[in-house]
């Protein structure tokens, strides 16, 4: 079992940037997701990186302005979020990943609490 912990959200005007963590209780050797809820909404996929770091992949409404990294000597991933949109309004959850492809909710076994994120215009 692995415990995950998001920070750094926050209020940002649109156009800004946060910087979002996760960090792990433990190494593992798992893809991490992001993913982010808003209101009324299903859970939507973020990005998600594989443990080497080699692999980055983004949802169609973040690419371009979002960059996913990992520093696994602190056992920790990172979201860089640029440009933010009131549209990225949302809760933003990591997630390790289980088995099978990587932009679905349910291939993830491991979920943080999540932090808000906002984004006002």
């Known amino acids: 079992q692995v415990e995950l912990v998001e920070s750094g959200g926050g209020l940002v005007q649109a156009g800004g940037s946060l910087r979002l963590s996760c960090a792990a209780s433990?190494?593992?050797?798992?893809?991490t997701g992001w993913f982010r809820q808003a209101p009324g909404k299903e859970r939507e996929f973020v990005a998600a990186i594989t443990p080497d770091g080699d692999g980055r992949y983004y949802g169609d409404a973040v690419k371009g302005r979002f960059t996913i990294s990992r520093d696994n000597a602190k056992n920790t991933v990172y979201l860089q979020m640029n440009n933010l949109m009131p549209e990225d309004t949302a809760v933003y959850y990591c997630?390790?990943?289980?088995?099978?492809?990587?932009?679905?909710?349910?291939?993830?076994?491991?979920w943080g609490q999540g932090t808000q994120v906002t984004v006002s215009s």
């Open positions: 997630a390790a990943h289980r088995l099978g492809v990587y932009d679905t909710p349910r291939t993830y076994d491991y």
């Open positions: 433990r190494r593992t050797s798992s893809t």
